[in-house]
């Protein structure tokens, strides 16, 4: 199925419903987990990620299928590695192919029992829940932030706590902080000094709470008013100050000419000017999944633009770097590799090699889906291949985009 994307008219005004954070969700749901909380939390994300994590947590199975769900893949190895009994963990074609072993190392080390299924260091796993001990580890912090982010989880609740020193560059760290910042309002402390996180051995608070919209869902609305003529948009539940790192688009978009402040239900955008940068430099690495929004409306703005910190955007759903060179060429722009890591574009368009209608793979990744279809404000008529794979994070995107005038048809 493909949906063709189109709009008649460019100015955008409107209420938009976020979905709630799904990074949140899932981090919350793990706690609430360990803690034997009978709480739901409030505002739980409706997205498939967030029901893939409370189907596991509330089955009475001992095999579990994830899907193409990482988050959930990475905190539920953890998480299972302490909890009596014998788990099968496993995913689509796709998780397979994404590395888990240093997640797995570091958890043999506190006395996890983790045995892969099919290739070594990848899933599925066969995991023996088991009480396990706390100490001092060495991760590398360059990888993943998940694999981090789950040993953290369930720090407090390991015999004498956990020390983690963190090797190499940190990427992700916003996440890290988030999850970090999450565990104090459970009533968590911890101490990150350096490169070395402590999580002293203690008991998560039982509490009620509600989870706040989703700032990476947010970015497709502010790449929206960036490429509209005029935009007001009011975006529901979004929170400023936020946990979440992904809210530092609200300053990044302010060099696009448009405002943020604060609104009786939440946040709204508007569109002041047409300004844009002459040059594009972001270092993606607190904030990777920002890098999809900010090519594309780059290229429709024609903003050369230099991208670094994207180390981990080729164990993503899909290979992200891949992906957005491959898309992008369908309009007459050539991206480039400087370094690893790093995404590159001159600002030039080679309207010979451009396609008339383009049709956007999506490549199982929902940020494709996201981030492409506001191309249509650029005077661009294009389809979306498996536009469903929005549900992943945001599953009434297709109808919100409807609300503010986009013409979406199936093909």
Request: charged content about 20%; aromatic content about 8%.
């Amino acid at each position: 199925m493909r949906y063709k994307i189109q709009i008649d008219k460019k100015n955008l005004s409107g209420k938009i419903d976020l979905p709630a954070s799904k990074s949140i969700s899932n981090r919350v749901m793990i706690i609430n987990a360990l803690n034997f909380s009978l709480y739901r939390a409030g505002n739980l994300s409706d997205c498939d990620d967030t029901r893939v994590m409370e189907q596991v947590l509330d089955s009475n199975s001992s095999q579990f299928d994830i899907g193409h769900a990482g988050t959930a893949m990475r905190f539920l190895t953890a998480f299972l590695s302490k909890i009596a009994g014998q788990w099968i963990l496993t995913g689509s074609a796709r998780m397979k192919q994404r590395p888990i072993g240093i997640l797995v190392d570091a958890l043999r080390k506190l006395g996890a029992k983790i045995e892969y299924l099919e290739k070594e260091g990848f899933p599925p796993l066969r995991i023996w829940g088991t009480h396990l001990k706390g100490g001092r580890l060495e991760i590398d912090g360059s990888v993943s932030s998940q694999y981090i982010t789950a040993l953290l989880l369930i720090a407090p609740t390991l015999e004498h706590g956990l020390t983690l020193k963190l090797l190499n560059p940190i990427l992700s760290e916003s996440y890290i902080r988030l999850t970090l910042g999450l565990m104090s309002r459970f009533g968590i402390t911890w101490h990150w000094a350096g490169n070395t996180i402590r999580v002293p051995e203690q008991d998560y608070l039982v509490q009620p709470f509600t989870i706040e919209s989703d700032w990476s869902a947010a970015s497709y609305w502010y790449e929206a008013v960036a490429l509209a003529e005029k935009a007001e948009l009011e975006l529901l539940h979004l929170e400023l100050p936020s946990l979440q790192g992904d809210s530092i688009i609200s300053h990044w978009f302010e060099d696009f000419g448009i405002k943020t402040r604060e609104d009786t239900n939440g946040l709204r955008i508007i569109k002041q000017s047409n300004q844009c940068p002459a040059e594009v430099k972001i270092n993606f690495s607190g904030n990777p999944d920002m890098t999809q929004t900010m090519a594309v409306l780059c290229m429709a703005k024609k903003i050369p633009f230099h991208f670094t910190g994207l180390e981990t955007l080729k164990i993503k759903e899909t290979d992200r770097i891949l992906a957005l060179k491959k898309e992008l060429a369908k309009f007459g722009a050539f991206l480039t590799e400087p370094k690893n890591g790093e995404l590159a574009w001159n600002g030039q368009i080679q309207n010979s090699q451009a396609q008339k209608n383009p049709v956007i793979a999506t490549y199982n990744d929902h940020r494709m889906a996201l981030a492409f279809a506001p191309l249509a404000l650029a005077g661009v008529t294009l389809q979306i291949e498996n536009p469903m794979v929005v549900t992943k994070s945001y599953p009434h995107y297709w109808a919100d985009l409807q609300k503010t005038g986009f013409l979406i048809s199936e093909v």
